[in-house]
């Protein structure tokens, strides 16, 4: 495909050109800048239809728009931005240098720019921060053919048009009707009598990721914004609730692998800042492995007889620790998706007890028949391994499920609580069990 | 609120109980009927308006369901029946038994069995098994009024009145056409003029996966599903699309935890479930562990020599295993984000073995620190254990991030790849460098 489109390019075939792209998503057209040579770019997006060309804008990534926007005439800027929806305009402006912010916001309405300027201020990751400010209001006296009206007057400037928001004259949010609910009523029906009364709303502060579980449980198209007079400010839409699910799930298997959320995708992180997102969890791990050496250092004399009881180490460490986030991790997305909650704590040990049971007793009978029949251990070794390896998936699990949950419980965030750590815990206490197992049986 | 439900229950204030529930989501009363004792849900349920039944119905869990079904006169059956889309009435077979599925059908009217068994027949994971049947079709030679004629006429029962669908006699999918655009076009339009002309879509087996991927990308409210004749069948919506994305993020999250997914929440799930979920890794890790164990076994002398070299074993591998799941969880995220392709393994090693260089040498120089003050060991243990810190790290990483690069490149999940099985290799690796570079150092 981008070898089609170069060959236009340096053809001039731009007719034929115009023609293949308006047949492309805007998406996937940005895609194809990714592997267009940067001299190509300005030229290309020059070709796409003025609605095109905002929609691509919005999907290249921060460098493209950056050197798209060096090259704009002041008027092709103000093109473009007039094209964009506000909530786009300002995720483009957070990824500019200050430089290119000047000149975008200059650029802009004065009534659009203090739109800008109020959801830049809204903390990173709440509703405000996402919400969008083009939405379709109506007014509770309006009959169905006003409201068809001001959509088809208004409407081809709004995100979504689809949920319609009913406000009073102090723009309090009063109810929504759909268009659905329009289509299907009559003409001459007022917007008092077939809206909604009790809508659900959230306000600019709350953590956008609860607006997305709210848009996703009540499967809505958008729910409304409002501030702390309840009146309406904003929507967010359902396609930013999907971002904010991926992310979300993205931030929480980094915790769950001990490292600090990233912002940008993988590929777009420097390795400074990979390094700055890795390293603390590992020092800290690092330094408190110390203890699992202090607990083996203690043992030194034990070890020192059985030597062959060191071998198993590794095996009884790694089983603790799987089973541990086994039940860690599964919990952690529990509390993540609300299924779970702290009042199921009870249930939760109960069945983790059993679970551990199993798991500990089946793994203790395969690894008994490996030891006597491939490892030729004694008899007691066995016994002391199998003991060990049953009491460490016991408590593996039951440290695994109950420390996400009180985590949760005393506010702190239970994916930090996850594998790493309670793998850390695991380990010193399938160590501690192991030799005092030892110990006790082969009276060392 | 349960309490106050009960209490207008018992005192049979039936009036206002209506009354307080019609100002409720229909996801919320579902949600009250898991704390009311079973005895009164029937009654709570008989309360509800018709339409809100039915989208309560689908909400509750299958337990309720089934109560509920069971109780039912086969007048009522068919009420809720014919109220429900017909993706929800599959779900809820789904999870029926026999008997239950068998009275649901003989109360389905003939058409929609047809449709039910047609849906039930498309393999678990597909885009048919998600698809809803209900969708506005247009023909291309309509105009707007017509459209909204018939919108109008048959809107009621389709999930989504927003996109709608144009095909041709043979039912083949032409174009698509959304609410926006009829509403801001003349009533006189012809549809074949302002519809979109190649519009995306996916074909019933395609993974939900991707048909999932594919909604959120395009950010479209819904996507419509064709048979290998182009026919159109059905449409996913975002919705679902959603619940699929969820799902995936669990799956993905419980694989990276050596479990097999699960299919239902993890409280709805009984513990010989969860235990056969959990089994199979563990007992496939603990058996590898066993090479940990061998090359213990095989530097039992020097490690006889030097106890002390002992007591770095869990430190070291812990560590290792630690930067080797932080470098592969990374990748499979951006693997299943699409954010990262095989094409990029030359950029990403370069990047891991860079990261991996910088955190191997600060992590070396704070355990050197440690080492020498707090533990203190002898300047050549701690230059052993520092050298083998820094090997470890950089192969873990290396490791890490390509080893799922390699699984998706021939066909496997890389979740499967990920924290626990690369581990297992990792520890491996750390003693053998450890062990080797204590051999060459330490001349034993």
Same mark, same amino acid.
Not at 198 to 226: C, G, Q, R
Not at 267 to 282: A, E, H, S
Not at 350 to 357: D, F, G, I
């Given at each position: 495909?981008?070898?089609?489109?170069?060959?236009?390019?340096?053809?001039?075939?731009?007719?034929?050109?115009?023609?293949?792209?308006?047949?492309?998503?805007?998406?996937?057209?940005?895609?194809?800048?990714?592997?267009?040579?940067?001299?190509?770019?300005?030229?290309?997006?020059?070709?796409?239809?003025?609605?095109?060309?905002?929609?691509?804008?919005?999907?290249?990534?921060?460098?493209?728009?950056?050197?798209?926007?060096?090259?704009?005439?002041?008027?092709?800027?103000?093109?473009?931005?007039?094209?964009?929806?506000?909530?786009?305009?300002?995720?483009?402006?957070?990824?500019?240098?200050?430089?290119?912010?000047?000149?975008?916001?200059?650029?802009?309405?004065?009534?659009?720019?203090?739109?800008?300027?109020?959801?830049?201020?809204?903390?990173?990751?709440?509703?405000?921060?996402?919400?969008?400010?083009?939405?379709?209001?109506?007014?509770?006296?309006?009959?169905?053919?006003?409201?068809?009206?001001? #959509?088809?007057?208004?409407?081809?400037?709004?995100?979504?048009?689809?949920?319609?928001?009913?406000?009073?004259?102090?723009?309090?949010?009063?109810?929504?009707?759909?268009?659905?609910?329009?289509?299907?009523?009559?003409?001459?029906?007022?917007?008092?009598?077939?809206?909604?009364?009790?809508?659900?709303?959230?306000?600019?502060?709350?953590?956008?990721?609860?607006?997305?579980?709210?848009?996703?449980?009540?499967?809505?198209?958008?729910?409304?914004?409002?501030?702390?007079?309840?009146?309406?400010?904003?929507?967010?839409?359902?396609?930013?609730?999907?971002?904010?699910?991926?992310?979300?799930?993205?931030?929480?298997?980094?915790?769950?692998?001990?490292?600090?959320?990233?912002?940008?995708?993988?590929?777009?992180?420097?390795?400074?800042?990979?390094?700055?997102?890795?390293?603390?969890?590992?020092?800290?791990?690092?330094?408190?492995?110390?203890?699992?050496?202090?607990?083996?250092?203690?043992?030194?004399?034990?070890?020192?007889?059985?030597?062959?009881?060191?071998?198993?180490?590794?095996?009884?460490?790694?089983?603790?620790?799987?089973?541990?986030?086994?039940?860690?991790?599964?919990?952690?997305?529990?509390?993540?998706?609300?299924?779970?909650?702290?009042?199921?704590?009870?249930?939760?040990?109960?069945?983790?007890?059993?679970?551990?049971?199993?798991?500990?007793?089946?793994?203790?009978?395969?690894?008994?028949?490996?030891?006597?029949?491939?490892?030729?251990?004694?008899?007691?070794?066995?016994?002391?391994?199998?003991?060990?390896?049953?009491?460490?998936?016991?408590?593996?699990?039951?440290?695994?499920?109950?420390?996400?949950?009180?985590?949760?419980? #005393?506010?702190?965030?239970?994916?930090?609580?996850?594998?790493?750590?309670?793998?850390?815990?695991?380990?010193?206490?399938?160590?501690?069990?192991?030799?005092?197992?030892?110990?006790?049986?082969?009276?060392?």
């Amino acid at each position: 495909m981008i070898d089609i489109i170069i060959e236009l390019i340096t053809a001039k075939q731009y007719a034929k050109l115009k023609g293949i792209l308006s047949d492309i998503e805007p998406i996937d057209i940005a895609a194809l800048f990714d592997d267009l040579p940067k001299r190509y770019m300005p030229l290309l997006y020059r070709l796409l239809p003025k609605e095109t060309a905002a929609e691509v804008f919005v999907e290249l990534d921060a460098d493209t728009q950056e050197m798209l926007i060096t090259g704009f005439s002041d008027s092709e800027l103000k093109e473009v931005l007039d094209e964009l929806y506000l909530d786009d305009a300002v995720d483009i402006i957070e990824e500019m240098p200050a430089n290119v912010v000047k000149r975008i916001i200059r650029h802009s309405d004065p009534e659009v720019r203090h739109s800008i300027n109020e959801i830049l201020n809204y903390p990173k990751d709440s509703a405000g921060s996402i919400m969008t400010i083009e939405f379709i209001d109506l007014k509770e006296d309006m009959t169905v053919q006003d409201a068809f009206t001001k #959509i088809r007057r208004t409407g081809v400037d709004k995100e979504t048009i689809y949920t319609c928001y009913v406000t009073d004259r102090n723009r309090i949010l009063k109810g929504i009707v759909s268009v659905k609910d329009l289509l299907l009523s009559a003409e001459d029906c007022v917007i008092s009598d077939i809206m909604e009364k009790n809508p659900i709303f959230v306000y600019t502060l709350d953590d956008k990721e609860d607006v997305a579980k709210a848009l996703s449980k009540y499967d809505f198209l958008a729910l409304p914004v409002v501030d702390n007079e309840k009146r309406l400010v904003g929507i967010v839409t359902v396609d930013d609730a999907i971002d904010v699910i991926q992310e979300e799930a993205t931030e929480d298997i980094e915790k769950m692998a001990a490292m600090t959320p990233s912002e940008k995708p993988y590929l777009k992180t420097g390795v400074w800042d990979t390094f700055k997102q890795r390293i603390p969890w590992l020092l800290v791990l690092m330094i408190s492995a110390t203890f699992t050496g202090k607990i083996i250092a203690h043992f030194e004399d034990a070890l020192g007889k059985f030597v062959v009881l060191t071998t198993f180490i590794p095996m009884l460490m790694d089983t603790g620790g799987n089973s541990g986030s086994q039940a860690s991790v599964t919990i952690i997305r529990g509390l993540s998706l609300e299924e779970i909650h702290f009042r199921d704590i009870l249930r939760i040990l109960w069945k983790e007890a059993r679970v551990a049971l199993i798991c500990g007793v089946v793994l203790a009978c395969a690894n008994f028949v490996k030891l006597m029949i491939i490892d030729r251990v004694t008899l007691t070794i066995a016994l002391v391994v199998c003991t060990t390896l049953v009491g460490t998936v016991f408590f593996a699990k039951i440290v695994g499920s109950s420390l996400p949950l009180f985590a949760k419980k #005393i506010g702190f965030d239970p994916a930090v609580m996850a594998s790493p750590l309670i793998t850390t815990i695991v380990d010193a206490m399938s160590l501690m069990i192991y030799f005092n197992i030892a110990s006790a049986v082969l009276h060392i």
